[in-house]
C-alpha cells in the first residue's frame, strides 16, 4: 500500500522560509512522480511542484519559479520542497501526491493511479 506522509509547514513572516517533506513507501512500480498541491481557503486546488523519481525531471507553477525548490532523496524515500521568499499568496495546506502516469495529475491530466497524502498547513503573514 503507497504512503505519502507530509510533514513541515507551519507560520512564516513574507519573505521567509519553510519547508515540507513528504515521506513515500509502498510503491511496487519503479516509475512515478510525486510533488506537491496546494489549496488555499476558498479557492481550487493548484499543482505547484513535482519531481520524478527516477531521471529527476522537475515541474514548477510559474507563480513559484525561483522561490521554490524541490528535491527528491532516494535513499530515505523523502522528497522536499524548500520555500523560500514566502509571500502571504502562498499561504495553502500543501498536499503531498503522487501518480505513476509520469507527473500528468501536475498537468491536470487523470491517472489510472494517484495517491495523496495528508495535508499540511503553510501560513505566510504579510
Known amino acids: 500500500e503507497v504512503q505519502l506522509q507530509a510533514s513541515g509547514g507551519g507560520l512564516v513572516q513574507a519573505g521567509g522560509s519553510l519547508s515540507v517533506s513528504c515521506a513515500f513507501s509502498?510503491?511496487?512500480?519503479?516509475?512515478?512522480?510525486i510533488g506537491w498541491f496546494r489549496q488555499a481557503p476558498g479557492k481550487e486546488r493548484e499543482a505547484v511542484s513535482s519531481i520524478d523519481i527516477n531521471d529527476g525531471t522537475i515541474y514548477y507553477v510559474d507563480s513559484v519559479k525561483g522561490r521554490f525548490s524541490i528535491s527528491r532523496d532516494n535513499a530515505k524515500n523523502t522528497v522536499v520542497l524548500q520555500m523560500n521568499s514566502l509571500r502571504p499568496e502562498d499561504t495553502a495546506v500543501y498536499y503531498c501526491?503522487?501518480?505513476?502516469?509520469?507527473?500528468?495529475?501536475?498537468?491536470?491530466?487523470?491517472?489510472?493511479?494517484?495517491?495523496w497524502g495528508q495535508g499540511t498547513l503553510v501560513t505566510v503573514s504579510s
Open positions: 501526491a503522487a501518480d505513476i502516469c509520469y507527473g500528468s495529475i501536475w498537468h491536470e491530466i487523470p491517472c489510472v493511479k494517484d495517491y
Open positions: 509502498g510503491f511496487t512500480v519503479n516509475k512515478y512522480v
